[in-house]
C-alpha cells in the first residue's frame, strides 16, 4: 500500500463529541431509532437498512439492534438465548490515525473463544485481504485520494457472513469508525455471496471465502485422550489377553493383569498365577512402555500378591487386596479361554462393503493367522472389549474411512461397554497389543535395498553419497506478486499497546540511555533523540481508566547501528529485568536502528531523530550538521543526520550551523508530513535564537549551496520529484544449499551482506547490488534473475535499466532508495560508470511464450578493480553452468531429460572426434557418451543407452576410461 498523510490530527473536541454520539447511540432507545430510521447505515444498494420482518425472507434483512429474543446471526435465525450488549466497555482497537493510509484497511470481528460472550476485533493483515471466513463480520474501509490537494475520500463495508453470530458486535464497531472519520462517510452493509461488483473491485485478486473450522474425532492410541485401562492374561494352554473392567474386583489369584495407566505400566502377578506366562506378560508389558517412548516417558511396575503393592495401584482400581477373586478352576480356565477366542471376529472392508473372515489359515482353531492382512485391504478386528481399525498401506482413502466409520458403529452398540474404545493400526506399525491376537510374524518397516532405490530415483546424486537438490530457474512472477502464492493467515500482530491519543488514559514514559551495563533516565527534553553509537530503552505504561493500579507496559531497547556489540546485550538484559519488575503486563521489543516501528513511532510523532556518533562526546551547538526528513506519513516519518550528498527532490533537508540562519529545504516530491515535521526538528536541532529559513526546490540562494558545501549533483531525477515510493529489495543468497530470492519487508543498508547480491528495484531503475565476496554462482545467478524480473514486469514500466553496482562503490542514485545512508566509508562512483543492462519490456508479458525472448544488451564501459567480471553472451548457452541462464529469456528454460533430470544434449559428435584433445567449445566433459548418435553407442558399448544407465556406477566409470571417453 501507499500511504497519505491528512493536515492534522482530530481536535480533542471532536473525539469527545464522536464519544457522546458513540455512548447515546449504544443505548437502547438510541440504538433502536438509529437502526430503523438513520440514513448512513444502508444496504449495499444504497437502500436503508430495516428489520427482516418487512423485507421478506430471512436473509433479505438484518436488524442491527440487539432484539429481545436474542442475537440475529448472519443467515436471519437468531440464538436460543438473549444476551445483554454492553457498549459502554468496549475498547475502541481503531488505531489513531485510520483513514489516512490509502489502499484497504480491513478489520475482523469474531468470537473471542468457546463462550459466545466474548468478541474482539482486530486488524486483519494485507496478505490476507479478499478472504472472508463465513462465521465473522469484516469492516472493510478503501481509502482512496484523486489529488494532492484533495482530501482523502473513504468508502466504508460491513460484511457479514451467513454464519456469523456476531452482527452487533460489529455494527456497533463500524459506528465507532463513522465517528472517528466525523461522519463522513456512511457505511454499506454486504452479505456473503451478494457482494456487488464495486466491492469486489477493491480487492485485487478477487475475494474468497474460508470454511470455519469443523473439530473432527481422532482415533488410535498415539493421538487418542488415553484413559486408564486393565488386561487380563490368561488361558489353561495358551497366552490370551482380554481387556477387562478398571476395578479390583476384576482381579482373582490365577492369572496375571496389566493395569496401564499411561505414564505408569503396572504388572500384578497372582497368588498361583504360571510364572511361565509372567515371562510373557513382562515382554508385552515392556513393549507397551516402549510404543510410547516418543510421547510420554513410562514407567513399569512388577509386583504381586504376596507383595506390598504401591498405594497408586489400588486407588485407581478403587479397592484393595481383600477385593481379589479366588483363581479359576482348571475348567472355569478352560471356558474362559474358549470364549476369549470365540468372541474374536475379523471383518475385511473394500469396494465390497464389510464382510466377515473366517481363521483358515492357521492349524490352531480358533485363531487368526497375520497372513489374512491384505495390504491393499482394511480390516476391523472386534474382541468384544477390544476394537482395532487396522488399515493397509496400499488401500485407498475411503476404504480407509469405511473401516473406521465401521468400527465407530461397532462401538456404539447396545450391550457394549461404555469404557470401549476404537484403536488405530497402521500396517507395519501395529501395537503389541494387536499383535497378540494373531499367529505368524508381522511384517515390520525395514528399509530394504529395493525401497530405498525407489527413494533414490527421486534424488540427483551429486558427489560422494549425500543428493543434491537441482537448481530450479527462480519465479520472478513470484516476485512481482507474493499475494498470489502466500497462504491465507490471520494471525494477530505482536500484543504491543500502541500510545493512546484520546487523553482518556494515564500514560507515563521513561527514556534511558544504557552505559556501563547501566541504565540512566533520560530528562523529556531528550525523548526522541538518538545517537547511532549508543542503545536506549524506551518504556511506555498505559493505565486503563476505573482498573485501579492496573496497567500495561511496554519496554523497548533500541540498538544504534555503531553501537558496541557490549552495550547491545546489556540493553537486552536491562530491558529484561525491567520489564520483570513492571508485572505481568509486560511485553518487551527490540528496535534497530533505521527499523522503528509504527507503534515505536507513535511515541515521537514529528520529534524523532537519529544523528551520528555518541551522547558521550556530543556537544551543542553543532558546527555543522545536515538532516534528512524522510517518510510517507505521521508514523514512518524520521530525521537521519547524513552526508550532504544524501540529498534527494523527494526528502526535506535540515541545514544547521553554528551561525545563523538554518535552512529547511523542501524537495519537490516532499509531502506534508515530511515538511510538518521539517519544520519541528529544526527548532529543536539549531541553535537557540538562530533563525529559520525555508528553501523550495528550484529557489535555493547562493547563501544555502555555500552553507551545504558548495552546489552539486544531487538525486532529482522526475520520479522522485513525484515523491518517490520506497524500493523493493529482494535478497540472493545459497543459505540452503540451492539459489533463492527472498523480498526484505524493511531494509536498511546493514541488510547488504558482502557475501550475497541484492536486487533494488525501484520501478524506473534497477540496481544488482554485488558483494565483494560474492562468489560467480551467485554473481551469474543474481543476473539472470534480475533479467528475467524486469523483462517479466506487467506494473506499467516501460523501460527499465539496470545497473549492476559493486559493493563500496554505490552511486548516490543507488543509496537513495536507503534511509540515512552512510558515506563515511566510501564515495560515491558515477552512474555512468557502471555496467548496465538495457532489456526490451514487453507490454503484454502474458503473450510472452508465444514470441522470442526480448533482447538483452549489456554495456560495459571503463572498467575498474571493483568490477566483477561480465559474461559471456557470444558462446551458445549451457544449462549446466549457471552462467548461460543469462542467455535465456523469461520464457525460455533449459530442455531436461526426464529420466535423469540433467540438461538434454542435442549436438551429435562422432566417436573420433570426442576421443581428440582439445575438445570442442561447450562440450560437456563428465558426459562425452551422450554426443553419440544412438548407432554408434551400440558399436563403441556393445548395448543400448538404457542398459547402460542400468549399470553400477563403478562400472560405468571403467568402460568410459576404457574408450577414452572419460
Not at 487368526?368 to 478386528?381: A, N, P, Q, Y
Request: charged letters at 25%; one cysteine or more.
Amino acid at each position: 500500500s501507499k500511504f497519505a498523510t491528512v493536515a492534522a490530527y482530530k481536535q480533542a473536541e471532536a473525539e469527545s463529541a464522536a464519544a457522546e454520539r458513540e455512548s447515546a447511540a449504544c443505548r437502547p432507545d438510541s440504538a433502536t431509532n438509529s437502526a430503523t430510521n438513520s440514513p448512513r447505515h444502508t444496504e449495499g444498494d444504497g437502500r436503508p437498512l430495516s428489520a427482516p420482518e418487512s423485507r421478506g425472507p430471512p436473509m433479505a434483512g438484518l436488524r442491527l439492534v440487539m432484539p429481545p429474543g436474542g442475537v440475529l446471526r448472519g443467515d436471519g435465525s437468531r440464538t436460543s438465548s438473549p444476551r445483554e450488549m454492553h457498549p459502554a466497555k468496549r475498547v475502541d482497537n481503531f488505531h489513531y490515525n485510520v483513514g489516512q493510509r490509502l489502499g484497504n484497511e480491513v478489520w475482523k470481528v469474531a468470537l473471542a473463544g468457546e463462550v459466545d460472550d466474548e468478541r474482539e476485533m482486530f486488524l486483519v493483515p494485507e496478505t490476507a485481504h479478499g478472504a472472508f471466513n463465513k462465521q465473522d463480520c469484516y469492516i472493510v474501509l478503501h481509502n482512496s485520494l484523486k489529488s494532492v490537494e484533495d482530501d482523502i475520500e473513504h468508502l466504508l463495508y460491513l460484511w457479514i457472513g451467513k454464519e456469523s453470530s456476531v452482527v452487533d458486535e460489529a455494527d456497533l464497531r463500524v459506528r465507532q469508525l463513522e465517528d472517528k472519520l466525523q461522519n463522513r462517510v456512511s457505511h454499506q452493509v454486504v452479505r456473503e455471496a451478494e457482494e456487488p461488483a464495486e466491492f469486489k473491485e477493491l480487492f485485487q485478486h478477487g475475494i474468497r471465502y474460508i470454511e470455519p473450522i469443523k473439530l473432527s474425532k481422532q482415533v488410535g492410541s498415539r493421538n487418542e485422550q488415553r484413559v486408564r485401562r486393565l488386561y487380563q492374561i490368561g488361558g489353561a494352554k495358551t497366552f490370551l489377553v482380554k481387556q477387562v473392567p478398571v476395578a479390583a474386583s476384576s482381579l482373582n489369584n490365577g492369572d496375571l493383569f496389566i493395569l496401564d495407566d499411561e505414564a505408569v505400566i503396572y504388572q500384578w502377578m497372582g497368588r498361583v498365577a504360571n510364572r511361565l506366562k509372567a515371562g510373557k506378560a513382562l515382554d508385552l508389558t515392556t513393549r507397551m512402555r516402549d510404543e510410547r517412548m516418543t510421547r510420554i516417558k513410562a514407567t513399569v511396575e512388577i509386583f504381586g500378591a504376596n507383595d506390598e503393592a504401591p498405594e497408586a495401584f489400588w486407588r485407581a482400581l478403587g479397592g484393595t487386596i481383600d477385593d481379589v477373586a479366588p483363581p479359576l478352576a482348571p475348567e472355569q480356565a478352560v471356558e474362559w479361554e474358549r470364549e476369549v477366542l470365540a468372541n474374536r471376529r475379523l471383518l475385511r472392508c473394500s469396494e465390497n462393503g464389510v464382510e466377515a473372515v473366517e481363521p483358515v489359515l492357521d492349524d490352531a482353531a480358533d485363531w487368526l493367522h497375520v497372513g489374512l492382512l491384505e495390504t491393499d485391504k482394511c480390516f476391523v478386528l472386534d474382541s468384544g472389549t477390544e476394537l482395532f481399525a487396522w488399515l493397509g498401506k496400499s488401500s485407498p482413502p475411503a476404504i480407509k474411512q469405511l473401516a473406521l466409520t465401521y468400527a465407530d458403529q461397532l462401538r456404539a452398540q447396545d450391550g457394549r461397554p461404555s469404557w470401549l474404545t476404537v484403536s488405530k493400526q497402521t500396517e507395519t506399525c501395529e501395537e503389541a497389543l494387536f499383535r497378540n491376537k494373531f499367529r505368524g510374524k508381522f511384517r515390520e518397516y525395514v528399509d530394504t535395498p529395493d525401497e530405498f532405490k525407489k527413494r533414490q530415483a527421486t534424488i540427483v546424486v551429486g558427489k560422494g553419497v549425500a543428493g543434491t537438490v537441482q537448481q530450479r530457474r527462480v519465479n520472478v512472477d513470484r516476485m512481482h506478486h507474493p499475494e498470489k502464492y502466500a497462504n491465507v493467515m490471520e494471525d494477530l500482530p505482536p500484543p504491543v499497546t500502541p500510545r493512546d491519543t484520546n487523553n482518556n488514559a494515564e500514560i507515563t514514559t521513561q527514556l534511558f540511555y544504557v552505559r556501563q551495563h547501566e541504565k540512566h533516565e533520560l530528562p523529556p527534553a531528550e525523548h526522541g533523540t538518538f545517537f547511532a553509537a549508543n542503545c536506549y530503552l524506551f518504556s511506555y505504561s498505559l493505565f486503563l481508566p476505573g482498573s485501579g493500579n492496573q496497567a500495561k507496559h511496554t519496554v523497548y531497547f533500541w540498538q544504534g547501528r555503531k553501537a558496541s556489540v557490549d552495550d547491545k546485550g546489556s540493553a537486552a538484559l536491562l530491558a529484561r529485568d525491567y520489564a520483570h519488575s513492571l508485572g505481568r503486563n509486560s511485553t518487551q521489543v527490540r528496535v534497530l536502528q533505521g527499523k522503528e516501528p509504527e507503534h515505536f513511532m507513535s511515541h515521537f510523532v514529528s520529534n524523532f531523530v537519529i544523528r551520528n556518533g555518541s551522547r558521550d562526546t556530543f556537544s551543542e551547538p553543532k558546527e555543522f550538521g545536515v538532516y534528512q526528513v524522510r517518510g510517507t506519513g505521521p508514523l514512518s516519518t524520521r530525521t537521519f543526520e547524513v552526508s550532504p550528498l544524501s540529498l534527494t527532490s523527494a526528502d526535506v533537508a535540515i541545514v544547521v550551523r553554528r551561525s545563523s540562519p538554518a535552512f529547511v529545504w523542501s524537495g519537490l516530491g516532499a509531502n506534508g508530513s515530511q515538511k510538518t515535521t521539517g519544520a519541528a526538528m529544526a527548532a529543536k536541532l539549531a541553535a537557540p535564537g538562530t533563525s529559520i529559513v525555508q528553501v523550495a526546490e528550484g529557489a535555493e540562494s547562493d547563501e544555502f549551496w555555500q552553507a551545504l558545501g558548495g552546489r552539486r549533483p544531487y538525486v532529482n531525477s522526475a520520479h522522485f520529484q513525484r515523491g518517490a515510493a520506497p524500493a523493493r529489495v529482494f535478497h540472493c543468497s545459497e543459505g540452503t544449499g540451492v539459489f533463492g530470492v527472498r523480498e526484505l519487508a524493511d531494509y536498511g543498508q546493514d541488510d547488504l551482506l558482502d557475501s550475497d547480491a541484492f536486487i533494488v528495484d525501484g520501478k524506473h531503475d534497477a540496481f544488482l547490488w554485488l558483494g565483494t565476496r560474492a562468489n560467480k554462482t551467485k554473481t551469474d545467478l543474481s543476473r539472470a534473475t534480475i533479467i528475467d524480473y524486469v523483462q517479466s514486469a506487467d506494473d506499467g514500466r516501460t523501460a527499465c535499466p539496470i545497473y549492476v553496482v559493486p559493493g563500496g562503490a554505490e552511486p548516490i542514485e543507488f543509496a537513495a532508495y536507503f534511509n540515512g545512508w552512510d558515506w563515511s566509508n566510501h564515495t560515491p562512483r558515477p552512474l555512468n560508470e557502471l555496467e548496465t543492462i538495457t532489456v526490451e519490456i514487453s507490454s503484454h508479458n502474458h503473450e510472452a511464450q508465444a514470441r522470442p525472448p526480448p533482447q538483452v544488451v549489456v554495456s560495459a564501459p571503463k572498467r575498474s578493480s571493483l568490477d566483477p567480471k561480465p559474461a559471456d553472451f557470444s558462446r551458445p548457452a549451457d544449462f549446466s553452468r549457471p552462467a548461460d541462464l543469462l542467455k535465456a529469456g523469461p520464457s525460455s528454460a533449459p530442455v531436461v531429460d526426464q529420466a535423469t533430470e540433467q540438461p538434454a544434449i542435442t549436438t551429435v559428435l562422432p566417436y573420433d572426434r570426442l576421443i581428440e584433445r582439445p575438445l570442442p567449445p561447450d562440450v560437456i566433459l563428465s558426459r562425452l557418451e551422450d554426443y553419440l548418435s544412438p548407432e554408434e553407442f551400440q558399436t563403441v558399448f556393445k548395448m543400448t543407452r538404457e542398459q547402460f544407465s542400468k549399470l553400477p556406477k563403478w562400472k560405468l566409470v571403467l568402460l568410459k576410461k576404457e574408450k577414452k571417453l572419460f
